[in-house]
Nanobody, 124 residues
């Protein structure tokens, strides 16, 4: 089993920044891909970004490219989602996910483990 714990959500104004963290524990390995998804009320879960523990590969959803940056600390088994220039449409519950994959996956069913989610609210 893999456990994922997110933190860092909150209420901010449009244009502000937030950094989300996801700490992985349990049977997490270098072969797992770590992803972030978000889900707003009444909407499907949307891919935000993903990163591999090995190598430099990172992928982003179109709606966050150029504003969000995903990074990792392998020793701490933690991934960080730096969110800049936040917009009201970024409001959602943000979920961290892990999947045993050989490449970055941008669909939710590609991930096996999920955190409990952290709320991000951006006011206009």
């Amino acid at each position: 089993q893999v456990q994922l714990v997110e933190s860092g959500g909150g209420l901010v104004q449009a244009g502000d920044s937030l950094r989300l963290s996801c700490v992985a524990s349990g049977r997490i390995t270098a072969h797992h891909v770590m992803g972030w998804f978000r889900q707003a009320p009444g909407k499907v879960r949307e891919f935000v970004a993903a990163i591999r523990w090995t190598g430099d590969g990172v992928g982003y959803g179109d709606s966050v490219k150029g504003r969000f940056t995903l990074s990792k600390d392998n020793a701490a088994k933690t991934v960080y989602l730096q969110m800049n220039s936040l917009k009201p449409e970024d409001t959602a519950v943000y979920y961290c996910a892990a999947g045993l994959k050989s490449a970055i996956v941008n669909i939710a069913r590609g991930y096996d483990y999920w955190g409990q989610g952290t709320q991000v609210t951006v006011s206009s």
